[in-house]
């Protein structure tokens, strides 16, 4: 099963979040599908993911996007996720 917490963060403080849920295994070719679609229930603009996101998430159960991230500009500091299964 695959659960990833999604939350929209501006200094420290949660300005929305987003569970998502899928009942297959994690699959890390299909990362980009699920951080897609997080991005659209969380109303946002899809951050660029490369291979050190991936790596992030699945050492460390978290990974993070910031400004540089992303190609349009956002208005909150960092996009953080999750791997709510820990």
């Given at each position: 099963?695959?659960?990833i917490?999604?939350?929209v963060m501006k200094k420290d403080k949660i300005l929305s979040q987003y569970m998502f849920e899928r009942q297959?295994?994690?699959d890390y070719s299909e990362?980009?599908?699920y951080l897609k679609?997080?991005?659209e229930n969380l109303?946002?603009?899809t951050p660029v993911l490369i291979k050190n996101h991936l790596f992030n998430f699945a050492k460390y159960n978290n990974v993070r996007f910031t400004q540089s991230d992303f190609v349009e500009q956002i208005s909150f500091d960092k996009l953080v996720l999750?791997?709510?299964l820990i």
């Open positions: 099963m695959v659960r917490w999604a939350k297959e295994n994690i990362f980009f599908d679609e997080i991005c109303d946002i603009a999750e791997n709510a």
